[in-house]
Nanobody, 123 residues
Framework: VQLQASGGGLVQAGGSLRLSCAAS????????MAWFRQAPGKERAFVAA????????DYSDSVKGRFTISRDNAKNTVYLQVNTLIPDDTAVYYC?????????????????WGQGTEVTVSS
């Protein structure tokens, strides 16, 4: 599975972005998908995950209510709508795929990773 993330950029605090991750090379609808992020000097952290149907989602406490994960199986794409951004959201955001339809918040449970897209939030 190849994953290509896009949509990052520089945004002021309070702003919004829509991150996208396009998948290829495997039946997308069979994969659980997730977003992780890594801030400078910190470990990679779970952000959100979505199961194969798109009906089950999970979020980290730090983004709950501000970020929304969704997927379009017809377009082989998963999205992360990020709203009400704060400087602590500054990080490289990675999409990941798992060879199962069930979601998980642990990075080592994901088999495939994209290259990351950078989000910078200015105060």
């Amino acid at each position: 599975v190849q994953l290509q993330a896009s949509g990052g950029g520089l945004v002021q605090a309070g702003g919004s972005l829509r991150l996208s991750c396009a998948a290829s090379g495997r039946t997308f609808s069979s994969l659980a998908m997730a977003w992780f992020r890594q801030a400078p000097g910190k470990e990679r952290a779970f952000v959100a995950a979505i199961n194969w149907t798109g009906r089950r989602m999970d979020y980290s406490d730090s983004v709950k209510g501000r970020f929304t994960i969704s997927r379009d199986n017809a377009k082989n794409t998963v999205y992360l709508q990020v709203n009400t951004l704060i400087p602590d959201d500054t990080a490289v955001y990675y999409c990941a795929a798992r060879d199962t339809s069930w979601i998980d918040s642990r990075a080592n449970e994901y088999n495939y990773w994209g290259q990351g897209t950078e989000v910078t939030v200015s105060s």
